[in-house]
């Protein structure tokens, strides 16, 4: 049975760094295309990165120069460090695994985890 | 960037059919996919590829899309599907992009 357990969330202060982590069970993380996904309160979903397989990575503007996304396959984790953190990036973090072998849409989805940007 | 809109609300009475729309520019040109979220809870995805359902989503559980628009069809619509909907589509410039998402309420 496939597994997304995120973790790493929390309070912290404008201009401060946070890794969020999402370790995945029944399936080796590597393999598959691993996205973030976002969700501020009382608002909808917006797409933060992904990690190819292949292990390219891409980046919503909003994360461009300050979130990075990374995968410990030892661990079969997924990471996000996020950095500069704003007000606006006050939101709950998804991992979601895609479909594999199709980028295009997200197919699992962990229980997020809630980041809080605020002094 | 690309982008989608949709109704920020649909009601439907219990038995009756909900249809939220998804639109934007020549949607009917890539694949369209659907997410279910209720409160509290991740996300499910209900339609991908248009109109295939993933296994253990109900029958009454539809997609279509063409032009510029893609529809998910919710019928004989049950208590249980109230939630929040949201359509997503893949664009090679801007990568995922996400409605802003329907509540739909019975």
């Known amino acids: 049975e496939v597994q997304l357990v995120e973790s790493g969330g929390g309070l912290i202060q404008p201009g401060g760094s946070l890794r969020l982590s999402c370790a995945a069970s029944?399936?080796?993380?590597?393999?598959?295309?691993m996205s973030w996904v976002r969700q501020a309160p009382g608002k909808g979903l917006e797409w933060v990165s992904v990690?190819?397989?292949?292990?390219?990575?891409y980046y919503a503007d909003s994360g461009k120069g300050r979130f990075s996304i990374s995968r410990d396959n030892s661990k079969n984790t997924l990471y996000l460090q996020m950095n500069s953190l704003r007000a606006e990036d006050t939101a709950v973090y998804y991992c979601?695994?895609?479909?594999?072998?199709?980028?295009?849409?997200?197919?699992?989805w962990g229980q997020g985890t809630l980041v809080t940007v605020s002094s | 960037s690309y982008e989608l809109t949709q109704p920020p609300s649909v009601s439907v009475s219990p038995g009756q059919t909900a249809v939220v729309t998804c639109s934007g520019d020549?949607?009917?040109?890539?694949?369209a996919y659907w997410y279910q979220q209720k409160p509290g809870q991740s996300p499910v995805v209900v339609i991908y590829?248009?109109?295939k359902r993933p296994s253990g989503i109900p029958e009454r559980f539809s997609g279509s899309n063409s032009g510029t628009t893609a529809t998910l069809t919710i019928s004989g619509t049950q208590a249980v599907d109230e939630a929040d909907y949201y359509c997503?589509?893949?664009?090679?410039?801007?990568?995922?992009?996400f409605g802003p998402g329907t509540k739909v309420t019975v």
């Open positions: 979601a695994k895609h479909y594999y072998g199709d980028y295009e849409y997200f197919h699992q």
């Open positions: 029944g399936f080796t993380v590597s393999n598959n295309y």
């Open positions: 990690i190819y397989s292949g292990g390219s990575t």
């Open positions: 020549k949607l009917g040109n890539r694949y």
């Open positions: 590829h248009d109109s």
């Open positions: 997503q589509a893949w664009d090679s410039r801007t990568n995922y992009v």
